[in-house]
């Protein structure tokens, strides 16, 4: 780290990472990238299973790939980076303290400031759910990490409050860690998350998605002991007389992502509750050369599009540390960022009449076309018919045991070919016992000297790549 | 185990007297059924140093009030623990409820409160300008602290002097064999001692049954509350406070600003059958809101974070009145050395310098001789915190200890070293409500979203703690059941 630089990028997951690569491709290279976790990535880390990378690399990733195929590009572009940094403050005059373990305090100057923070989840106590507080409550992309990033088992009869991707996704990783998974609820009359992850993560294991209904009281004094639930009408008010009880000890929400903007606090920019800061055409704040991108500014359906806001946002920086006066006439009034439109189509009755009717929604493309032995709007959509009739199959992502830096870590790691859904878990059970065998102390854990190793369970052998 | 005294209760008021009495040679011990001190009311109240005019005269509540409070500047600095003057304003709507701040000026000045004037108009929106209500009683005395950090340093106070503390230890049988106590508690352990003080606040009266019949009862009174995100310091700097309900349970649904700058929404008041039913409810959170806005409408510019409720030990004496008893401080009659502080509610914080001060002067030094400890400690340091460092304390926190630049709690600003030494407390105790109570971790705009894995980590691998015996604070409130190597 140096006292001073042209940029400073707080934020190293998609589209922190991606706007340093575009700020060298610019020509700038007086960059500093901060992340205050140990690696690069962000979230992307914890978010093991597919679905990554389609626009930016061309291929489905894993979230761990998509992120090491970003850090190996930033490592190619040469710009400084600081890691386990927490930047402390930001001045209205871009003075950053940071402190990190390696370099201990630090003031920096920058003329410009990209803050890619990220989002936090929203939680239980957001929604001001009544009753008490015993363990056993998380919210999903918290049990997410415990999982995947730490290998802790969390409890075993599971609830999912909302139908948010990352709720959908756990639901399945839990099937997958042998978790019985009760239901899934949503408040709305529609889905939130995307129709290919309703269809792989809950109707592959016959998870029950019950919409227009919503937790309304948790239960237990120490460890959760269950959860009433309510109905709701179109409205979200409550019906009288749906209560209804479901033990469970373990409780997940993924009800809504906020933007984590709470380091411009100190550079005098205070968001208001449910609303996002304001920020002018070229992604500039109201404070100046504090630029804000990816899910600080709202949050993006994929990885894929926060990136390419971190690019567009590194253009528009390019511009104004080269010329302030042409930067600002490009520049129209500051305005909070409309988010996208909510898409309703995925309703109860939708779902119910492609069951009554044995059709199927196509997930090849987000389109959500319906599809049948009758014939698909393309052919994509009728092969993906054809395939889906054969059975549920689905690559299988699952994290082994390794060593990181000295501290246990968990090793993602995925399927080269699709497996049964009804082996996933014996399979992973298999996987498990498979890697305590071995008794490796490489970083790499315990298949660490191959890319690749196979796996047995009910009679097949399966290979699978370590992503990491 | 044999003891001068025994403590019953790690609250606010079982530590304060564990301190005082620490200052003197004695043998003492504290028993609580928690994990932890501060577990119960002492963790879950406003947390205001009050200026004592909302007490009767002449009662024990006013007495204590006014010479608790009055130490509270001192001590908070020996304990290196916040004290914020906050001042307080108890806000009428209009006209109608003037005569109530009159009232309320009147009992203050008998009291012997000390900066009141009732206030109106354009003065009380000098004082806070986005407060609505045309008068307003000032007290320029109140302050708030915090409740369960002030209730840690008393008991570190204590058991740097000797006071030993023994957790998980809930009292089951109490019986006299002459001149000597012997207590059975839940960890096991038979303790003896000459004297027994009772301190168990909502459960006082069930210690007293243990050894005597007695007509008193603790009734249990739920107050919620909302926690609002942190605000700037100018936002709102006063205790807000409406006109007390007539009917005696509390003191009306205020708007509090807290020592680490969050906003506190509470109390509501409602009697409840179980003394542990810590659940808030719908109906009383949406009442909060609606209270709290009409004081002041800009606290929607705020996140609502979190919400939780404390239990106050209201106490009832069969043919009494229904709405006021005061503080039960007694020797019983028959059991001579077990002193029992029943209905220790409002102000029994602000009180409870006073009453340790009241309970070794009037009931210890009688039975047992108060011989000043030559080496006893009368101040404690607090564990370091980067929050409130300065860029130079920090730059040289984090050179000596780099752990002080690893950070664990991002909303609150908090280390690894600080999550550290709460691990590594004095008293012992290692929960999540431990490291939550002392460090502030887990209690920001995440609800522990980011920080819990970390501290998880730490507690399993750093302390080699097992899944099992890793809970928040009550046997069985685990997290983690198992992990995979």
């Known amino acids: ?6 940029c400073v990028i707080v934020g190293g997951g998609p589209a922190g990472m991606a706007a340093a690569i575009a700020m060298k491709r610019l020509g700038i290279s007086d960059v500093l990238l901060l992340d205050r976790n140990p690696r690069l990535g962000g979230i992307l880390n914890q978010c093991i299973h597919p679905g990554f990378g389609l626009s930016r690399y061309g291929k489905d990733l894993t979230g761990p ?43 920096i100057s920058a003329r410009s400031v990209i803050v890619a923070t990220g989002c936090r989840e929203r939680t239980r106590e957001n929604l001001e759910i009544a009753g008490s507080r015993p363990t056993g409550v998380f919210t999903a992309g918290q049990a997410q990490n415990l999982i995947n990033l730490k290998g802790y088992r969390l409890g075993q009869r599971v609830i999912i409050q909302g139908s948010g991707d990352i709720g959908l996704i756990m639901a399945r990783r839990l099937r997958i860690e042998g978790y019985q998974v009760i239901s899934v609820f949503e408040r709305l009359p529609y889905l939130s998350g995307l129709v290919r992850n309703k269809v792989q993560c809950l109707d592959h294991f016959d998870i029950p998605l019950r919409f227009g209904t919503q937790i309304c009281e948790i239960v237990g004094k120490s460890r959760l002991e269950g959860v009433f639930t309510e109905k709701v009408d179109d409205e979200q008010r409550p019906i009288a007389g749906s209560r209804e009880f479901f033990p469970c000890d373990t409780v997940l929400f993924s009800v809504g992502l906020i933007p984590e903007v709470d380091i411009l606090k100190s550079a005098g920019l205070y968001p208001l509750p449910g609303r996002p800061i304001a920020v002018n055409s070229r992604f500039e704040t109201e404070a100046e ?29 390019a511009h104004y540390l080269r010329s302030r006066e042409e930067y600002a006439t490009f520049v129209t009034q ?3 960022y409309r988010p996208l439109p909510v898409n309703t189509r995925f309703n109860a009755a939708f779902f119910d009449a492609l069951e009554e009717s044995g059709q199927k929604v196509c997930i090849i493309c987000p389109k959500g076309c319906v599809v049948s032995a009758e014939g698909a709007p393309c052919p994509r959509g009728a092969a993906y018919f054809a395939e889906s009739e054969k059975g549920r199959y689905q690559t299988m992502t699952t994290t082994i045991g390794s060593v990181r830096g000295g501290s246990r870590a968990r090793l993602p790691i995925k399927s080269l070919e699709t497996v049964e859904v009804g082996n996933l878990a014996p ?14 102390q490489s970083p790499r854990g315990p298949f660490s000297s191959e890319a690749q190793f196979s796996a047995k369970a009910a009679g097949k052998d399966v290979r699978f790549s370590i992503c990491d | 185990m044999s003891y001068d005294i025994l403590i019953i209760g790690g609250g606010v008021i079982g530590c304060a007297i564990a301190k005082e009495l620490s200052l003197y040679s004695l043998k003492i011990a504290l028993l609580e ?48 623990v916040p004290y914020r003057l906050t001042k307080k304003l108890v806000v ?22 000390q900066g009141l004037s009732i206030i109106a108009g354009s003065a009380i929106r000098a004082v806070e300008p986005d407060i609505r209500g045309e008068f307003a009683l000032y007290s320029e005395k109140t302050a708030v602290i915090a409740p369960a950090e002030f209730t840690i340093a008393l008991a570190e106070l204590a058991h740097a002097n000797g006071v030993e503390f023994h957790f998980n230890a809930e009292v089951r049988a109490i019986r006299r064999i002459g001149q000597i106590y012997e207590v059975s508690a839940g960890d096991g352990s038979v303790y003896s001692a000459a004297m027994v003080i009772n301190a168990a606040g909502l459960y006082s009266d069930k210690i007293l049954s243990l050894i005597e019949p007695h007509d008193r009862s603790i009734h249990p009174c739920r107050g919620e509350y909302f926690v609002l995100d942190r605000v700037d310091a100018n936002f709102l700097r006063t205790a807000v406070y409406p006109v007390p309900p007539a009917d005696g349970r509390g003191l009306g649904i205020h708007i509090t600003p807290t020592t680490e700058g969050n906003i506190i929404i509470g109390p509501s008041a409602e009697y409840i059958n179980e003394r542990d039913d810590l659940a808030t409810t719908k109906p009383v959170m949406e009442t909060l809101k609606r209270e709290a806005l009409e004081l002041m409408p800009k606290l929607r510019d705020v996140a609502f974070i979190r919400s939780y409720a404390g239990i106050r030990a209201k106490l009832f004496v069969a043919g009494g009145s229904s709405n006021f008893e005061d503080f039960v401080i007694e020797e019983s009659r028959i059991n001579p050395g077990f002193v029992s502080l029943i209905g220790i509610e409002s102000p029994g914080l602000t009180s409870a310098p006073a009453i340790a001060a009241h309970v070794a002067r009037e009931f210890v030094a009688p039975r047992l001789a108060l011989v000043p400890n030559p080496k006893a400690l009368t101040t404690r340091r607090a564990a370091p915190r980067i929050a409130d460092m300065s860029a130079g304390e920090l730059s040289r926190a984090c050179e000596a200890n780099p752990e002080f630049a690893e950070i664990v709690c991002r909303c609150n600003h908090i280390s690894k070293a600080e999550v550290r030494a709460a691990l590594d407390n004095p008293l012992g105790t290692r929960t999540l409500s431990a490291i939550k109570k002392r460090t502030r971790a887990m209690m920001g705009r995440c609800q522990s979203g980011f920080c819990l894995p970390k501290i998880l980590e730490t507690m399993l691998e750093d302390y080699g703690m097992s899944p099992e015996s890793l809970v928040f604070n009550a046997q069985g409130s685990t997290v983690v059941v198992d992990y995979e190597a």
């Open chain 2, 92 to 113: 009428a709507k209009d006209k109608s409820e003037l005569p109530y701040l009159e009232k309320l000026l009147e009992q203050g000045k008998r009291n012997g409160s």
């Open chain 1, 289 to 317: 050369g504090i630029f804000l991108c990816g899910n600080a500014l709202h949050i993006h359906d994929l990885a894929d599009n926060a990136a390419k806001e971190g690019e567009s946002v590194a253009h528009h920086v």
């Open chain 1, 65 to 107: 790939e998509y992120a090491r195929a970003l850090e190996g590009e930033f490592a190619a572009a040469a710009i400084d980076r600081a890691l386990g940094a927490m930047v402390l403050e930001i001045s209205p005059s871009r003075k950053l303290k940071v402190i990190s373990p390696g370099e201990g305090f630090a003031e």
């Open chain 1, 334 to 336: 500051s305005k909070p």
């Open chain 1, 1 to 6: 780290m140096k006292p001073n630089y042209d």
């Open chain 2, 33 to 80: 059924k928690e994990g932890d001190v501060a577990e119960g009311t002492s963790k879950a109240n406003s947390g205001v140093v009050h200026a004592g005019f909302n007490v009767k005269t002449g009662s024990l509540k006013a007495r204590f009030n006014i010479e608790g409070a009055a130490r509270f500047p001192f001590l908070c600095e020996e304990l290196g």
């Open chain 1, 427 to 440: 399979m992973k059970k298999a996987i498990a016992l498979a890697a305590a065998e071995r008794t490796s």
